[in-house]
């Protein structure tokens, strides 16, 4: 009979610790936003809510701890979707954090850059695959 000591499991040892991604939802109808949020965060990301573009850039503008990614509806209040986006773009700080576009509109007549478009209703696993898809486009 051999004696020793059994190895440590080398998976202990490959485990990478990492922060979550943040997302950022910017819609205007807080049950949809609140289901966006909490199904990003059951998928183990780190959400954040704001309910228009206004609010969404000031949020932008005094945190340090900016998102990953930016999921933005674009019929919004007081400032809606593309003036958003352009502000967004405008900002050296800011520019780079990629977007996703969600929209009910059956067609968008006004162009907007962005990483991808979904449009309403989405399901679950058509929004996760979108965010892992541009996760690794953009290599976030």
């Not at 979550?20 to 205007?28: A, F, N, Q």
Request: proline share 6%.
């Amino acid at each position: 009979m051999v004696r020793g000591r059994k190895q440590p499991s080398r998976h202990n040892d490959l485990k990478e610790i990492r922060d979550p991604i943040k997302i950022l939802v910017v819609e205007d109808d807080p049950d949809l936003g609140d289901t966006l949020c909490e199904t990003l965060t059951m998928s183990g990301y780190r959400a954040a809510y704001a309910v228009d573009g206004i609010a969404a850039l000031e949020m932008l503008r005094k945190g340090d701890d900016l998102p990953h990614l930016i999921l933005l509806d674009l019929m919004l209040p007081r400032m809606d979707g593309w003036g958003f986006r352009e502000a967004q773009l405008g900002d050296n700080r800011l520019k780079d954090i990629p977007v996703v576009v969600l929209s009910a509109a059956g067609e968008i007549v006004k162009p907007i850059n962005a990483d991808d478009l979904l449009r309403k209703p989405v399901t679950s696993e058509m929004l996760l695959a979108t965010i892992e898809r541009v996760r690794r486009r953009r290599r976030v």
